[in-house]
Nanobody
Framework: QIQLVESGGGSVQAGGSLRLSCTAS???????????MGWFRQAPGKEREAIAT???????AYADSMKGRFTISADDTKVTWYLQMSSLKPEDTAMYYC????????????????????WGKGALVTISS
């Protein structure tokens, strides 16, 4: 059974940085797999929004509003990916979710819209002013 486990959430002051990690527990990458992995967030009272996606080849895509301060990356095992966040603002306070679609898939608009098979439980990020 595949489960996504996030870590790295917490509280920081505005201007600070955090790195979130997500590991696909129960999954072993195969060279024949083409995965799409991503990060999303949902702030209180707001809809979930996409931050970024990355595929098995390392190709990334970002929401326009997230470019510049957020960086998605994945390690060589292809089972752990990261979200580096910098210059954080109070409005970045949200629950951050990692998500993935594993197998023979491609990242694209559908995945960016949240069409992922697997989701983590979320990591709370709180930015204080």
């Amino acid at each position: 059974q595949i489960q996504l486990v996030e870590s790295g959430g917490g509280s920081v002051q505005a201007g600070g940085s955090l790195r979130l990690s997500c590991t696909a527990s129960g999954y072993t990458y195969s060279p024949y797999d083409a995965n799409c992995m991503g990060w999303f967030r949902q702030a209180p009272g707001k809809e979930r929004e996409a931050i970024a996606t990355i595929d098995s080849d390392g190709k990334t895509a970002y929401a326009d509003s997230m470019k510049g301060r957020f960086t998605i990356s994945a390690d060589d095992t292809k089972v752990t990916w990261y979200l580096q966040m910098s210059s954080l603002k109070p409005e970045d306070t949200a629950m951050y979710y990692c998500a993935a679609d594993l197998g023979i898939v491609t990242c694209g608009e559908a995945k960016f819209a949240g069409g992922m098979d697997y989701w983590g439980k979320g990591a709370l990020v709180t930015i204080s002013s």
